[in-house]
């Protein structure tokens, strides 16, 4: 009788497993094509950022007389933290790599709470900031799986306003990017005060300015301080379906292996029973004759 | 007769990429044409339509939070919106104005005038080009 359960136990774990197995797999495929989606996303922000970039880098380098706050080191009392983690789980390491990068982060900088703040983006980040009792100044839960860049421009712009305030005198900004479908980074990246801007951009265009640098320069580099936050945001994005997509393809890998394990030990038995019940007949007919 | 390499260029991509025989923005310091072979030049923009001429045709881009960069052969506006008369949602836009409008009535100090009245300029901007 023992076998007999055992063998109707086993069947409905396999009946389980494969059913888990289909929405594992159905999921891998719908993170598989938001991948693709963000992936599109990041690239078509390329030309933007390029484009700032050169005309910010050519300003900042062909004039040293031009000077503003934002380009300028001073004195770090607190450190704004921006970190980008997902709003749902299912997605392996991802939000953890970047948890821990925070928390490393904050060790070794910092001994008291009033030297940093942290703006989250994602539910995931938030939820593990208030139950450690960080401070959190500002957030965006609920992120949609391809942000616009209306989505992120109030953030964006009042952590720039953060910067220009003097409230904070240092913006780091923790995200995940995006290398290929199977290889994500921790970024940990300076974003306010902008440094070494001019070197990177060989520029080759002198340009008249107007009305005249200084002016440019403030309604430029906010700008591009917002454009970096939404470009770490798509790249981002794009890690977290990447991580999904692995994530659940390892998950389906896993229920096929245990369905093999299971099914196996289920011929197993139902072997055994068939052996034991012609044993018994045999036996049966030895003891008549 | 020799046109300009005109490229839209905002966060969420390309908006339009196309050659024209001259480009009229408003910077903020005044409207500006810019015809080819002009000097390179970099100059902010209001929220304001840009026109771009070809022939006859004019095309109109609705701007906002961008700017202009100018090459002898080639103009590249970078906006952080920027949308053709097509692309407009007008009744987003006319809610968007709505809102702006009530907020600004509103003399209580908890509005933050100076984010509101941009939003009224942006819906006005948007609503101009749609309706023209």
């Given at each position: 009788m023992k076998s007999l359960a055992s063998l109707r136990d086993l069947k409905g774990r396999i009946d389980s497993t494969k059913k888990t197995k289909q929405i594992t797999g159905a999921m891998e495929l719908v993170s598989a094509s938001k991948m693709s989606k963000a992936e599109q996303n990041a690239r078509g922000f390329v030309p933007y950022a390029d484009k700032l970039q050169e005309v910010v880098g050519s300003i900042a380098s062909s004039?040293?007389?031009?000077?503003h706050p934002m380009l300028i080191k001073r004195e770090v009392k607190k450190t704004g933290y921006l970190i980008i983690t997902s709003d749902r789980g299912l997605v392996g390491a991802y939000n953890s790599h970047i948890l821990k990068s925070l928390v490393n982060n904050i060790e070794q900088k910092h001994s008291s709470k009033d030297e940093y703040t942290i703006i989250v983006i994602g539910r995931k980040g938030y939820d593990f900031c208030r139950k450690r009792g960080l401070p959190v100044t500002q957030s965006i839960l609920g992120m949609s799986d391809h942000p616009t860049f209306a989505d992120v421009k109030n953030l964006a712009s009042e952590t720039v306003q953060m910067y220009a305030d003097q409230e904070i005198d240092e913006l780091h900004i923790i995200y995940n990017h995006y290398v290929s479908a199977i290889s994500q980074v921790v970024t940990n990246k300076q974003l306010l005060p902008i440094e070494n801007i001019g070197e990177q951009a060989a520029s080759t265009s002198n340009y008249e300015f107007e009305p005249n640098q200084e002016e440019i320069l403030e309604v430029l580099l906010p700008q591009y301080a917002e454009s970096l936050i939404f470009g770490a945001l798509l790249d981002g994005k794009a890690s977290e379906h990447a991580a999904s997509m692995t994530a659940m393809r390892s998950a389906t890998d896993n229920a096929n292996e245990l369905i093999g394990d299971l099914e196996l030990s289920y011929n197993r038995a139902r072997q055994a029973a068939i052996t034991q019940e012609i044993t018994e007949i045999v036996g049966g007919v030895a003891a008549l004759e | 007769m020799s046109t300009l390499a005109v490229s839209v260029v905002t966060p969420e991509g390309p908006i339009l990429e196309d050659s024209f025989d001259m480009v009229i923005c408003k910077a903020e310091t005044g409207e500006i044409g810019i015809m080819p072979k002009h000097i390179p030049l970099v100059a902010p923009l209001q929220i304001s339509i840009a026109r771009l001429k070809k022939a006859d045709d004019t095309k109109q881009v609705a701007i906002s939070g961008g700017f202009l960069e100018v090459q002898p052969d080639k103009v590249t506006i970078l906006a952080q919106s920027a949308e053709t008369a097509d692309h407009i949602d007008i009744l987003r836009a006319n809610q968007a104005k709505d809102r702006a409008e009530k907020r600004l009535q509103d003399k209580s100090d908890t509005v933050d005038r100076y984010r509101a009245e941009h939003a009224l300029k942006r819906a006005i901007n948007r609503l101009e080009i749609a309706n023209s």
């Open positions: 004039n040293t007389d031009a000077k | -």
